[in-house]
């Protein structure tokens, strides 16, 4: 018995992390969950210089990615595995939560009273803070730009009475159903990332 439990500590060493969820962004980024830890961020330019990898480095095709316990996967292109994310990722920080920030939808509406070639609308989602919803607006684009955004909790959001529409002229208006059917903060992110990643970003 003494052996055994003398190798029980080098087992458990060995023993591969296990994820639990993955958050794509805007900037070549996956926010990882590991069993049993904080988030880490693993950055992307790390592996798509590489072989067919370099598929990656488009938004779209990082979008659409599956994952299990064991990798995180792009379908045609590869795999990578826990180990290798946990032992190439890093903790992330405050900062690095509030600005993990994923497209869920963007359409220019232009030409509009507005301004004749650039009034973007777009739905933003922002996992890991408390305001996890972000309604913009881009206007004139430039350093002459119009606009902004103002951020909403899950209780907030459908109170604003022009918040679908507002999906809708962003190109998600099929995203409507996944905040207004559910309560649990939680999960309606969790089931918009899993949809943005199943649709490609797009």
Known sequence: MDRLLRHLPL???????VLRRVVPDEQWRLAIE????SLRLFRVERVYRQGPFSALGRPAVLKALTYDARAVRWAGIGELDAAFLHR??????????????????DRNRAPTPQ???????AVHLYPFT????????SIGGGFGEMGGSRFFDLAALPARPEW??????????WAIPF???????AAVVDRLVRAVCARGGM
Not at 164 to 173: K, S
């Open 11 to 17: 087992a458990r060493a060995r023993r591969s992390p």
């Open 34 to 37: 590991f069993a049993g830890e």
């Open 88 to 105: 190439e990722s890093h903790p992330m920080t405050e900062a690095e939560q509030n600005g993990h920030a994923l497209l869920v939808g």
């Open 115 to 121: 301004h004749p070639t650039h009034n973007v609308y």
């Open 130 to 137: 408390a305001q996890p919803f972000a309604l913009g607006e």
């Open 164 to 173: 679908e529409a507002h999906f809708e002229l962003a190109g998600c208006g």
């Open 179 to 185: 905040v207004r059917d559910e309560n649990d903060t």
